[in-house]
């Protein structure tokens, strides 16, 4: 599909297993490399609560209810392009032990238990990575400073969140299954910059575009890490007698943690209709980190990028546009 001219739209994506998820105005489609080479393509329709609900559409708190349902459609589109590229067909003579019990123990939904598991112990070490330790480290090195950096709470405790981070990413990123991974994040890129472009979806005009957009999910992460670091500070300042309670402090960063995101939302969505100033230095972190997250894709992978948008895409350009 050839648009007329440059245009910025809300299609957004997520990397797969062996595929691509495009989410356009009206839906969700997925496209995923087969074992046996071809691209299957399925059109998921997706209902939001938003839509049900007037009140969860609001700014700010639109955020926090579409980070939620993002969470859950992207798990469960990880697990069905596992199943639909092959990579959840097991050879009992390679499995585990381990595997074996899990198979015997829950038959078909041994998947659906591990990959529960697997989410659940995600968010405990979320949590203590990312808000107690931060807190740990902080109180401890304050109290060996006699309380000479209380001052600097929000922002040190912040630092160290995006130090964590980004160690994770450089980590995993050594995996050969993460750089295939973000080999189709880069697909996914690279196919919306060339769209939005007002180029044809060919590979040869995919290859030339960027792969590096503001509306990423690491562009969010990393505003959220940087709004987080302004709002604890005044917060600290307000409730300097809960900051120096560690119990209280973990809870009011807890309780103020949907309003970040939030706001972080609200930010990624003004970042994808502007290009100012102050949305470049703001979202800059962020698409320096997408050198990590993104590689640049094989014209295989690209292909699956355009498969994936070009069954979300509408005739009519307006219809994704931001609002």
Request: contains cysteine; neutral net charge; proline residues 3%.
């Amino acid at each position: 599909m050839l648009q007329n001219k440059t245009h910025k739209t809300s299609v957004g994506g997520q990397a797969l297993i062996e595929g691509v998820m495009m989410q356009g105005p009206r839906g969700v489609a997925t496209a995923i490399r087969k074992t046996d080479g071809s691209i299957f393509v399925e059109y998921h329709g997706v209902k939001h609560i938003k839509d049900k609900i007037k009140f969860l559409g609001f700014p700010v708190i639109r955020g926090i209810v579409n980070f939620i349902e993002s969470m859950i459609l992207g798990y469960k589109l990880l697990m069905y392009s596992a199943e639909v590229s092959g990579m959840e067909d097991y050879d009992g003579e390679d499995m585990t032990k381990f595997e074996k019990w899990l198979e015997n123990k829950f038959g078909d939904k041994m998947m659906n238990f591990v990959t529960g598991l697997a989410s659940v112990l995600g968010v405990l070490l979320a949590f203590l990575l990312f808000i107690y330790f931060p807190v740990l480290f902080f109180n401890k090195i304050n109290e060996w400073s006699g309380g000479a950096i209380t001052a600097y709470q929000g922002l040190i405790e912040g630092a160290l969140k995006i130090i964590i981070f980004v160690s994770y990413l450089l980590i995993v990123s050594r995996m050969k299954d993460i750089q295939r991974l973000f080999k189709y994040h880069g697909a996914e890129h690279k196919s919306i910059s060339c769209y939005e472009a007002g180029e044809e979806l060919t590979v040869e005009n995919v290859k030339k575009s960027s792969r590096f957009h503001p509306r990423c999910g690491t562009s969010f992460i990393f505003v959220i890490l940087i709004f987080s670091i302004v709002i604890y500070s005044v917060v600290a300042k307000i409730f300097p007698a809960i900051a120096v309670n560690r119990a209280l402090w973990i809870l009011l960063k807890a309780a103020f943690l949907p309003i970040v995101m939030g706001l972080g939302y609200e930010f990624i969505r003004y970042a994808g209709r502007h290009d100012n100033l102050f949305v470049k230095i703001v979202s800059a972190p962020g698409l320096w980190m997408q050198r990590i997250t993104t590689k640049e894709p094989d014209d295989d992978i690209i292909e699956v990028g355009i498969a994936a948008l070009k069954a979300v895409i509408t005739d009519d350009p307006k219809d994704d546009e931001i609002r």
